[in-house]
């Protein structure tokens, strides 16, 4: 038996959702650039989910089942305020808000396609609504229903916010959902896959996902981001911060990715889109600070930013509280998650590797009072 540490390089299964090939992205077979200049964030959960762009009514129909569906059970919200919500991190509450959103869905346990397909409607469209009323419950503030005129970006802004967004916010918000929905094998959505194998239900995938996303080396990273900036807080500070962080071999949040080696094709658009928003909130400092990390860090170690480094200052410049940075990654990465379990369904076969043992030879049992 050979072991490969953190799975690198192990092909795990076969996908036709996304591929990332000599550092290019795609979704089914289209180019994350073309996606991100073009579609909307609702075209890319029918791509992912159905393996093809959809037509004119198709689109209308999603976006239709999407807004009917946004409305979450009271209960979900009200267990927020049983929280020590003053000490919860938000994909905590996430985490547990969709799993027990499960609780309430009569069909939780039913496996054929079509309640299943329900049941992604309703974890797509109520994901938006856990986030942005947990937000507001924390500040002592009141949920916001839903406008189903809106779409799905618009919406969450204005249920996070509670006014109707700036065409501007709108359009990089949505972009930036684009950007974050799907990552081939990435270890959220193989957690999600690991969990399904087993045959469990989509709530228990996503809820392990969810968990996986948290952590710093993952969907976590875009918060630490910020943290960082905060810290480093003045641009003539960079320098002396990122040197001494590199000498004590520190990592830096927002840099390095285990499959892509020239660069993450969704930093560049998540860089433009930090300039123009900055420039517009007057705070360039965070797009100006960051561009100069992004010198040090790839002149020094030859590590490019990865999706988490811009997207911190664009949100950011949003308005949008920094431990709400990866609730947002997952509000969009559940896109991919979905489109991951419905395809394990569809040709399962259990995940179940083997390690390699490596403790002690066989071991003779000595009572307690021997020991
Ligand atoms: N800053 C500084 N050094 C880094 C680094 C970073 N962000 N990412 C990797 N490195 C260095 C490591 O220290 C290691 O150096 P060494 O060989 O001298 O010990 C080498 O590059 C390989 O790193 P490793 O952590 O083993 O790579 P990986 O493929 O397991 O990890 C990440 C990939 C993404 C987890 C890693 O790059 C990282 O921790 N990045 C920061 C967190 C982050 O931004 N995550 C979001 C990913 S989208």
Redesign the pocket.
């Known amino acids: 038996m050979t072991t490969t540490k ?1 799975l ?1 390089g192990v092909v795990a299964t076969q996908s036709a959702i996304s591929s990332i090939i000599d550092d290019t992205l795609t979704y089914v077979g289209y180019d994350i650039d073309d996606l991100a200049n073009n579609a909307s964030f609702e075209e890319v959960i029918y791509l992912l989910w159905h393996q093809r762009l959809p037509k004119t009514d198709e689109l209308a129909e999603l976006k239709q089942q999407l807004a009917d569906n946004m409305a979450v059970p009271q209960g979900v919200l009200d267990q927020f305020k049983m929280f020590p919500i003053d000490q919860v991190h938000p994909m905590s509450a996430l985490r547990t808000a969709v799993s027990s959103l499960g609780l309430y869905d009569e069909k939780a346990e039913d496996m054929s396609e079509e309640a299943n397909y329900e049941k992604a409607i309703k974890l797509q469209a109520k994901v938006a609504t856990i986030v942005t009323a947990f937000s507001r419950i924390r500040k002592g503030l009141e949920p916001i229903a839903p406008k189903p005129e809106l779409g799905y970006a618009a919406n969450f802004l204005y249920m996070l916010n509670g006014d109707e967004p700036e065409e501007i916010a709108i359009e990089a918000f949505d972009k930036a959902l684009v950007l974050h929905a799907d990552h081939e094998l990435n270890a959220s959505t193989f957690t999600a896959r690991v969990c399904v194998a087993t045959l469990s239900d989509i709530y228990s995938g996503v809820t392990a996902a969810i968990g996986a996303l948290k952590g ?3 969907g976590g ?1 875009n918060e630490q981001v910020m943290k960082m900036l905060m810290e480093i807080g003045e641009e003539e500070k960079v320098e002396s911060y990122i040197r001494e962080k ?1 000498d004590n ?1 520190e ?8 499959v892509y080696r020239n660069g993450d094709p969704r930093a560049k658009h998540l860089r433009e889109m930090s300039k123009r928003l900055t420039a517009l909130r007057g705070e360039e400092k965070w797009y100006n600070m960051s561009t100069k990390i992004e010198g040090i ?1 790839t002149g020094e ?1 030859k ?1 490019p930013p ?3 480094f811009y997207s911190a200052s664009v949100y950011h410049s949003l308005g949008i509280d920094h431990d709400l940075f990866t609730p947002i990654f997952a509000v969009s990465r559940f896109s991919g998650w979905i489109a991951h379990i419905l395809e394990q369904y569809s040709n399962n076969r259990l995940i179940r590797p083997r390690a390699d043992y490596v403790g002690p030879g066989m071991q003779k049992y000595v009572p307690i009072d021997q020991r």
């Open positions: 953190g690198e710093p080396l993952h990273a590199l071999k990592k830096i949040m927002g840099f390095g990715h285990r860090v170690k590590l990865n999706v988490d």
